[in-house]
């Protein structure tokens, strides 16, 4: 593994309540488009007082399975300039076709927190475009294209490198309600099809002091 990753900063620290927050997130994705993209622009609408950093992805050296993205994780731990004691460290990974125990004890170890989407990051995206009563529907979809298929009835020439438009992001709230709805077994790692545990991380975003 490359040690030189470069480190982008999404979002500034926000004055809130008087405060300015010195903790950071670092979140490393399996994606390196669509994921950062809504984390970045999402940061910007709900004003959060973390500084949302992101771990560039390696997809072109097909280093993007839940292995390697901790493997970046890691690197932010090691790396001394960077690192703050009281940051903290997340991966965002997709179900689809990996096996999640090795990521999920290498984050017990470590103390990295890790959301899954089962089976892909869209899942999150649709829950921001579906109402509830759609729900339903998508029981029947079990992968990543179907739930692609879902999204180009909203947006026809959606890709995974244009997950929404901006004003999409305001719906935030409706898609973790959804997300609860359809988590009937929260102490999993994995959510059933379909699902996200994302709806966790941003009402942890939203909610920082």
């Not at 970045?40 to 997809?59: A, E, M, Y």
């Not at 109402?131 to 692609?148: A, E, G, P, T, Y």
């Amino acid at each position: 593994m490359n040690q030189n990753v470069d480190y982008e900063v999404l979002i500034d620290p926000e004055q809130r309540c008087g405060k300015r927050s010195t903790q950071r997130l670092f979140i490393a994705t399996e994606g390196s488009n669509s994921e950062p993209k809504y984390f970045s622009d999402l940061g910007k609408l709900i004003k959060t007082s973390i500084k949302l950093i992101h771990v560039k992805g390696i997809r072109r050296l097909g280093l993007s399975d839940p292995e390697h993205v901790f493997e970046r994780i890691k690197i932010a731990l090691n790396d001394e300039e960077k690192y703050k004691p009281n940051d903290d460290y997340v991966v965002v990974v997709d179900k689809d076709k990996w096996s999640l125990d090795l990521i999920e004890t290498l984050c017990k170890n470590y103390g990295v927190k890790i959301f899954v989407s089962n089976p892909c990051f869209e899942v999150w995206i649709l829950f921001h475009l579906i109402n509830k009563n759609q729900v339903n529907r998508l029981i029947s979809s079990n992968s990543c294209d179907d739930f692609i298929d879902e999204i180009k009835q909203y947006f026809n020439h959606h890709n995974k490198d244009k997950p929404l438009r901006r004003w999409d992001y305001a719906q935030y709230p409706k898609a973790i309600d959804i997300a609860k709805q359809l988590d009937v077994k929260p102490n999993e790692l994995v959510p059933e099809n379909p699902g996200s545990r994302i709806y966790r991380l941003i009402e942890k975003l939203v909610t920082k002091d």
